[in-house]
C-alpha cells in the first residue's frame, strides 16, 4: 500500500498536472455542471440495434474533466476494483491528450471500452468521488470519460499495446474467454507469460459477446480489445471444454505449469413453477445466445428465434433489463418486466431501468409468476401472475415479498425469458474432483490469492462470485494473475 | 507429449451414404477421438451464420484421431453437413459432451435402437459387450434401406432382432414388438432405448410394463450444449434437468416423454420454411 501511495503521489506531482490544477480555481470547477450522455432517440432506437449511448464529444469530455479536482486523495480509485489511476486519466482528457489518458485505462484494464460501458460506475468510482462523498453533488462522470478515452483510441487507429517483458517461457492456461479470463490473460502477458485462453464456444468473449447486447455492448468493441490481446502475444482456443476436450492432467503433460478458471456461470435458474417447461418460455441466457452470439434475428443466419407480440420477461437485474428490451427491438408491443419486489430494490442499473423506461418497457412491480398456461402445441400463452407486498428486509438486506392472498392476475402472453439467475458452470468442477467448492457449487478460493485447493488453479469471476459484474470478474483476474506471478516464482 | 494441431481443423476425411437421407462421416479431432466414451455427443456448426446442433459420437479412431459421426437430413443445418464432401472442413466442432454411459457388467442387457438411433447405440454395444454382458439388440426403421449399421452391431451382440414397418427386411413390426418377442424369451437386467422421441416413449413404456431398468438416450435442442442456455431442459422425475450436462441418458421410466415431444417441435414451423428455402436454392 505504500508503494501504491507514494506512486499516486509521485503521479500528481508531476509538472503537467501541476499546471492543470493551477489553471482553474477548485471553486470554479466544483461549479461546473455533469454532463449528459448523447442517447439515440428512444423510438429510434427500438428500431434496430444501434448503441443507445452515443458518447462524449471532445468539448463535453473536455468540461467534464474540468469538474476532477484532481484530490490529493483519490477516493475514486479506491472503488474501482482494477484500480485505475482515475484522476490521471481525466487530467490527460482534460489536457487534450486523449490517446495518454487511454494509455492510463490500460496500465490497469484490460478491456476499458467494455467498462466504459457495462461498469456500475455509480455504485463503485463516481459512489466514491470527493462530489458524492463531500460536496452532496453529482460525481464527475469517470465512466463516460473512460468510455470517451477507449471509443478516441480506437477511433484514432493508434492503438497502443502495454509494455510487455521478456517472455518467460512458462506456459499457463486460461479457462474461459470473459472478462475474467481476457483480464487475466492481458495480465500475464505484459508479465511475459505464454498465455493460452480455451474458449468453449466458438466466438470469444464470453458473457460479453452472448448476454449483453449490441446496443449496450457492440460485439466489434470487444473484438477489438480482444485484437490487443493477440498483438500482445495471447493465443485463443475457441471450441475447447477443458475438463471434457482435454483434462488439467492433458494439458500439465503438454507444458502448462498453471490455470486461471474465469468459467463463469451456466445453469440458468428456473422457478419450478407449474408449465415452465412450454414452448416459448427461455432463460434469458438462451435467447440472448441466440439473439447475441448466433444473430438468429438476421435474415441470413440457421438459428430460428421465437419472440412475439407480448414478451414477458421475469427478474429485475440487468439480464432481465437486456432482454425485455432486446424482445421490444425484435418486434414485441407489449414488452413486460414482471419483478416481484419494487422498482427501489431492483438490481439492475438506473442507467439500464431508465432506457427501458424510456423504450416503452412496462414494469409490473410486485407481482410474481406463478403458473404458466399454454395452447393445446403446448406453446406457452398465458402466464398467471400474483400480487405481492413487501415485508421486512431478509437477508439479503431488501424487503421480503409476500403473496397477497387471492390477488392474482392472468396475462396473456407468446413468450417468456426467465432471468431470475444462474448457477456456476458445472463443467470444471465436476472435470476435478480433488477441487473444493462450495455448497452452492462456486469453487472455493483464498480471498487474498484466488488460489483453489488445487495450488495450480486460480479461479474468479462467476465461477467463485455466483453471479455478479463484469468489473468484479476482472479485477478477479487482475488479482489472480499477480497471485498467479507470485506463485510460479516461489515455487 | 503429444503435440495437437494448435487450431484444430476438422477435417472430413470419409463419408458414406447410408440411405439419401443418413450419411456417416469420420471427422479429424485428435482430441475428442481420444476423450470421448461411448454416450458422449458433440455440438457441429456449419458455416459462419449456422447454428449450433447436438449429434452423439457414434464411434473414434484414437490412432487416427478421427470421430464417426451419422447424419440424418431432417433441416437445414443437417442438410448443410451431409452436403460437405470428403476433404471439406466442418467449420466448428466441440466436444466431447454430456456425460459417458456407465458401463459395468450388468448382465443381461436390451438395446433398442430406432433409426439413426442406431449409431449412438453402436458404441454403448460394443462397450456392454467388453465389459462381460450378454446383448441382445434390437434396431428397427420404417423399412429395410433405412435399416443402418447392421453389420458392426451385430458382431457386438449376442443376439440381434431387426425389425421394419413394412416386414422389407427383419421381422415385420415396431421395436416394441421384437423387445417383447426378447423380453418373453430371457431375464433382462436393464434395458438402453436410443431413437426418435416417440419411439423411445412406447419403448421405455415395454420395459416399464416388465418392470426393466431402462435409461433413454434423448436428443433435444440444445444450443451451447455446455449447460448455459438451459434449451435442452426436460422434465425427470417431475424434476428439471438439463439434458446437455445431466444426460444425455436418463432413467427411461421417469422422462415425461410428451413434453420432450413438445418441446422439440419449439421451433418447428420455422424449420420447414427454412428448409424449403434451403432446397429452392441448393436445387
Request: charged letters at 25%.
Amino acid at each position: 500500500m505504500e508503494d501504491r501511495e507514494s506512486y499516486l503521489k509521485s503521479e500528481r506531482a508531476q509538472q503537467w498536472r501541476v499546471d492543470l490544477r493551477n489553471k482553474i480555481k477548485n471553486k470554479e470547477r466544483t461549479h461546473l455542471v455533469r454532463v449528459k450522455m448523447n442517447e439515440v432517440d428512444a423510438n429510434m432506437r427500438i428500431q434496430s440495434y444501434v448503441e443507445v449511448n452515443s458518447g462524449l464529444s471532445i468539448d463535453q469530455a473536455q468540461n467534464e474533466a474540468k469538474r476532477c479536482l484532481d484530490c490529493v486523495n483519490p477516493t475514486c480509485i479506491t472503488g474501482c476494483p482494477v484500480e485505475i489511476n482515475i484522476p490521471k486519466f481525466i487530467k490527460r482528457i482534460e489536457q487534450g491528450n486523449f490517446l495518454e489518458a487511454a494509455k492510463v485505462l490500460k496500465e490497469t484494464s484490460s478491456l476499458p471500452a467494455v467498462c466504459g460501458r457495462v461498469c456500475p460506475q455509480e455504485k463503485q468510482c463516481e459512489a466514491n468521488c470527493f462530489y458524492t462523498q463531500k460536496l452532496k453533488k453529482t460525481p464527475v462522470a469517470i465512466g463516460y470519460l473512460e468510455r470517451f478515452a477507449a471509443d478516441y483510441e480506437r477511433e484514432s487507429g493508434q492503438i497502443s499495446i502495454p509494455d510487455i517483458k521478456s517472455t518467460n517461457g512458462v506456459k499457463v492456461g486460461c479457462i474461459g474467454s470473459g472478462p475474467a479470463g481476457l483480464t487475466f490473460a492481458g495480465e500475464m502477458a505484459k508479465k511475459g507469460y505464454d498465455v493460452t485462453v480455451f474458449e468453449a464456444l466458438h466466438e470469444i468473449g464470453g458473457v460479453l459477446k452472448y448476454g449483453i447486447p449490441e446496443f449496450r455492448l457492440p460485439n466489434h468493441i470487444v473484438d477489438v480489445e480482444i485484437d490487443a490481446l493477440k498483438k500482445m502475444g495471447v493465443q485463443f482456443e475457441t471450441n475447447f471444454i477443458v475438463g471434457k476436450t482435454a483434462s488439467i492432467e492433458d494439458l500439465k503433460e503438454e507444458g502448462f505449469q498453471a490455470f486461471f478458471t474465469g468459467s463463469g456461470a451456466g445453469l440458468p435458474r428456473f422457478m419450478g413453477i407449474p408449465g415452465e417447461n412450454y414452448i416459448g418460455i427461455l432463460s434469458s441466457n438462451e435467447y440472448l445466445t441466440r439473439i447475441n452470439l448466433m444473430h438468429a434475428a438476421e435474415q441470413d443466419t440457421d438459428t430460428p428465434v421465437v419472440s412475439g407480440k407480448n414478451v414477458m420477461v421475469i427478474g429485475g437485474g440487468n439480464t432481465a433489463m437486456d432482454s425485455v428490451r432486446t424482445a421490444k427491438r425484435l418486434g414485441a408491443e407489449r414488452a413486460m418486466i414482471v419483478y416481484r419486489r419494487s422498482m427501489d430494490e431492483m438490481p439492475a442499473r438506473k442507467e439500464e431501468i431508465h432506457h427501458a423506461q424510456e423504450e416503452g418497457i412496462e414494469f409490473m412491480t410486485r407481482t410474481n409468476p406463478i403458473e404458466y398456461l399454454a395452447d393445446d402445441k403446448g406453446r406457452v400463452n398465458r402466464v398467471k401472475v400474483q400480487k405481492m407486498e413487501l415485508g421486512e428486509p431478509d437477508g439479503s438486506g431488501r424487503r421480503r415479498p409476500i403473496p397477497i392472498e387471492g390477488d392474482e392476475e392472468i396475462i396473456e402472453v407468446d413468450t417468456v425469458v426467465v432471468s431470475v439467475g444462474v448457477s456456476p458452470n458445472p463443467i470444471v468442477p465436476d472435470s476435478l474432483p480433488e477441487l473444493k467448492t462450495t455448497q452452492w457449487g462456486t469453487i472455493e478460493v483464498d480471498k487474498d490469492m484466488l488460489q483453489s485447493s488445487i495450488p495450480e488453479m486460480f479461479a474468479g469471476g462467476d465461477i467463485v462470485r455466483g453471479g455478479a459484474t463484469v468489473i468484479l470478474a476482472m479485477g478477479d483476474g487482475r488479482k489472480a494473475a499477480q497471485a498467479m506471478h507470485k506463485y510460479l516464482n516461489h515455487k | 507429449m503429444k503435440n495437437y494441431p494448435k487450431y484444430s481443423m476438422y477435417k472430413i476425411i470419409d463419408k458414406t451414404f447410408f440411405s439419401d437421407n443418413v450419411v456417416k462421416m469420420e471427422v479429424e479431432a485428435p482430441r475428442i477421438a481420444k476423450a470421448r466414451r461411448a454416450g458422449h455427443f458433440v455440438i457441429v456448426k456449419i458455416g459462419e451464420k449456422g447454428e449450433r446442433f447436438p449429434l452423439t459420437i457414434a464411434g473414434a479412431d484414437r490412432v487416427k484421431g478421427t470421430i464417426t459421426l451419422v447424419v440424418q437430413t431432417v433441416g437445414v443445418s443437417s442438410r448443410k453437413l451431409a452436403a460437405l464432401e470428403v476433404g471439406a472442413y466442418i467449420t466448428d466442432l466441440v466436444g466431447p459432451l454430456g456425460q459417458a454411459t456407465h458401463i459395468e457388467n450388468k448382465g443381461t442387457i436390451l438395446a433398442c435402437g430406432g433409426g439413426v438411433g442406431v449409431a449412438p447405440l453402436l458404441p454403448i454395444v460394443e462397450a456392454y459387450k467388453k465389459a462381460g454382458n450378454r446383448v441382445i439388440t434390437v434396431i428397427a426403421a420404417r423399412t429395410k434401406d433405412l435399416i443402418i449399421l447392421e453389420e458392426q452391431i451385430k458382431e457386438f451382440s449376442d443376439e440381434l432382432i431387426v425389425m421394419t414397418d413394412d416386414g422389407s427386411h427383419g421381422k415385420k413390426g415396431l421395436i416394441t414388438e421384437g423387445m417383447e418377442a426378447a423380453i418373453a424369451k430371457e431375464k433382462i437386467d436393464e434395458a438402453m432405448i436410443i431413437g426418435p422421441a416417440i419411439m423411445m416413449k412406447f419403448a421405455a413404456l415395454t420395459t416399464k410394463k416388465h418392470h426393466i431398468p431402462t435409461l433413454a438416450s434423448l436428443n433435444t435442442i440444445m444450443v451451447d450444449g455446455t449447460g448455459m442456455c438451459g434449451a435442452c431442459r426436460i422434465t425427470v422425475g417431475g424434476k428439471t434437468k438439463f439434458v446437455c450436462v445431466d444426460g444425455p441418458e436418463f432413467d427411461a421410466h421417469q422422462v415425461d416423454f410428451d413434453e420432450m415431444l413438445l418441446r422439440l417441435n419449439g421451433y418447428k414451423d420455422i424449420e420447414k420454411a427454412a428448409e424449403r428455402k434451403y432446397l429452392e436454392e441448393n436445387n
